[in-house]
Structures are given as structure tokens and as C-alpha cells.
């Protein structure tokens, strides 16, 4: 997973007078969970975009009175009007519990099926993944070589042993679907009929 450093500074107080005091001179009020206690402190507004844009999942060290707290992001909180945030939510991280990230797949090959003018019909983009925090991928490798026409992948074909996909093994993540380039006499077919269950809106 990618790491990502940034420096901050605690709050002095943690009143909605404070928090609103901090916003207005480019600050984000921040807590921490997850260590001996919570910690309150603020991130600049300016810095936060490498963390906030990131599309693979991230762990951040947090620099705090020379000390560095390693975290992912546990939530968001922006402004109803201008959608700016104005909180953040961090969880400490400790090497041997295991945390949930929403981790991207990535397509491996070309599919023999899209070759002979099939669509790939990609379901799912991202999956929830649980484990301990240096066994967490950067994304999820899924093989498209052997797809042809008609056939698809579920999530239980991609079951690993160093991660948990919080998810029902039966859902589709992709399939190669049948378009005007492909005829009756080029393929078989499959009777893979799509319900509902497979649908996974992201």
C-alpha cells in the first residue's frame, strides 16, 4: 500500500467555536481513533489533496509534536453548500489488527472473448477488503485472459489467502457480453442469465 506523509498540529480546544475559527484560516479540525486514546489536532486544507484524490488505498503518517501516528482515513464530513471538508476522521493502525479498505481492481490481459469482438460489462470497480494492514493490496489482480464470450468472473474466483473480500462470493465482477460484431456461428452460447444479485452498483 502507498504511504502518504503529512504534518499536523493539536487542538488547543475542541469546541464548534474552534473548529469554525480553524476552517476560516485553512485548516481541517481532524480526530484519531484507535490509540490509547482519541487525539484532536488540524490538518492545512492546501496539503490534504494527495490523500483526499487518491484512487488506490493509503495509509498516512501523521506527524504530531515529533511523534508519527500511522492511520488510514476512516470518514469524511464536508459542507452541505460549498462541499468543502471540514472534518476528518483518522483510525490509528497497529501491525497485527486487521482493518476493512475499499481496494481497486485492476484488469490483467487481453480477453479472447473482446478479441473476437465481444464487450467486456464490468459490474464491480472496487471491493471492500479486510486484513491486517501490510497485507492490504494496492489493487485487486483479476486475469481476463481465458473470458470469452459469455463467461464471466465472480468474486469466488478471486478468493485469496492473504485478504478477506467482504463480499458474497456469487457476485459477478465482470462478464464479455455478445454485440454486433459477434455472430451465433463465432460463439456458444453460455445460458449465463444475469439476476439481480449480480448488479453491483458503485
Known sequence: MKVLSI???????????DAKQLRKKGFVP???YGGEKQVFFYLEEAKLSPILTSVEPITIDIELNGQIHHCIMQDLQFHPVSDKVIHIDFRELSDDKPVTMNVPIQFVGESIGV????????????????AIPSKI?????????KLDVGDNIRIRDIINDEYQ??????????????????????????GDVETQDDIETQ
Not at 166 to 187: E, F, N, Q, S, W
Open 30 to 32: 481532524c480526530v484519531m
Open 7 to 17: 504534518s499536523g498540529s493539536p487542538r488547543e480546544s475542541v469546541g464548534k467555536k
Open 165 to 190: 473480500i467482504i463480499k458474497p462470493p456469487h457476485l459477478m465482477i465482470t462478464k464479455v457480453i455478445y454485440t454486433r460484431a459477434t455472430t451465433a456461428g463465432d460463439v456458444e452460447t453460455q
Open 137 to 145: 493490496p494496492s489493487y485487486i489482480p483479476v486475469d481476463i485472459t
Open 115 to 130: 478479441k473476437r469482438g465481444g464487450k467486456m460489462d464490468v459490474k464491480i470497480k472496487r471491493l471492500p477488503v479486510r
